[in-house]
Nanobody, 123 residues
Framework: QVQLVESGGVLVQPGGSLRLSCSAS????????MGWYRQTPGKERELVAV???????NYANSVKGRFTVSRGNAENTVYLQMNSLELEDTAVYYC?????????????????WGQGTQVTVSS
């Protein structure tokens, strides 16, 4: 089994900064992609930013230039540095990982999600 533990969600003022952290633990052969999604009430979960094992990144247009996703020195850790926060960034942020595991002798990719951490941007 794989577990994701997130931290860093708090109340912050508009224009402020915040860093989210996520660590993955458990059985896996290798992590392919790690990153962050977010969700607000009544809306579908949406991509915020992800980073591949090779370092390629993908960002939502709404956060480009303000957010930065990165991997830690420990390959099972991912960060989301959020700057110039806006009211619209208020959401529950979920850590995401896609990794390979063996099912018997077959290697397959699996998706896992953290429990979510609340980020509230408010004055």
């Amino acid at each position: 089994q794989v577990q994701l533990v997130e931290s860093g969600g708090v109340l912050v003022q508009p224009g402020g900064s915040l860093r989210l952290s996520c660590s993955a633990s458990g059985n896996g052969v290798g992590i392919n992609v790690m990153g962050w999604y977010r969700q607000t009430p009544g809306k579908e979960r949406e991509l915020v930013a992800v980073i591949s094992s090779g370092g390629s990144t993908n960002y939502a247009n709404s956060v480009k230039g303000r957010f930065t996703v990165s991997r830690g020195n420990a390959e099972n850790t991912v960060y989301l540095q959020m700057n110039s926060l806006e009211l619209e960034d208020t959401a529950v942020y979920y850590c995401y990982v896609n990794l390979d595991r063996y099912s018997g002798t077959v290697r397959r990719s699996y998706n896992y999600w953290g429990q979510g951490t609340q980020v509230t941007v408010s004055s």
